[in-house]
Nanobody, 122 residues
Framework: VQLQASGGGLVQAGGCLGL?????????????MGWFRQAPGQERELVAA????????YYEDSVKGRFTIARDNARKTVTLQAYSLKPEDTAVYYC????????????????WGQGTQVTVSS
């Protein structure tokens, strides 16, 4: 499966932003999908994930209640809506696909899109 992320940009603290990831090839509906981020000098971290059918979701503690992950298997897309953004949310965001469980096991994500930059100004 090939993944293409889009939607990053510059936003003020407290604002919102939507990221989208479009898939091609493979059978999108068989993959669990995740959004990762990597800030300068920091390790890449999984911030949200959704199961292949959309029934299970995972959120990293710092984004719970502020970020929402969703998917549309018919359109082969996964989205991340980010609200109440903070400067510490600044990072390059990546979408990725996994065929294993649990959702939060970052090492299982084998297919990656290119990153999209999100910058939150204070």
């Amino acid at each position: 499966v090939q993944l293409q992320a889009s939607g990053g940009g510059l936003v003020q603290a407290g604002g919102c932003l939507g990221l989208s990831c479009a898939a091609s090839g493979g059978t999108f509906g068989s993959y669990n999908m995740g959004w990762f981020r990597q800030a300068p000098g920091q390790e890449r971290e999984l911030v949200a994930a959704i199961s292949w059918g959309g029934n299970s979701k995972y959120y990293e503690d710092s984004v719970k209640g502020r970020f929402t992950i969703a998917r549309d298997n018919a359109r082969k897309t996964v989205t991340l809506q980010a609200y109440s953004l903070k400067p510490e949310d600044t990072a390059v965001y990546y979408c990725a696909a996994s065929q294993g469980l649990p959702l939060h096991a970052a090492s299982l994500y084998k297919y990656w899109g290119q990153g999209t930059q999100v910058t939150v100004s204070s």
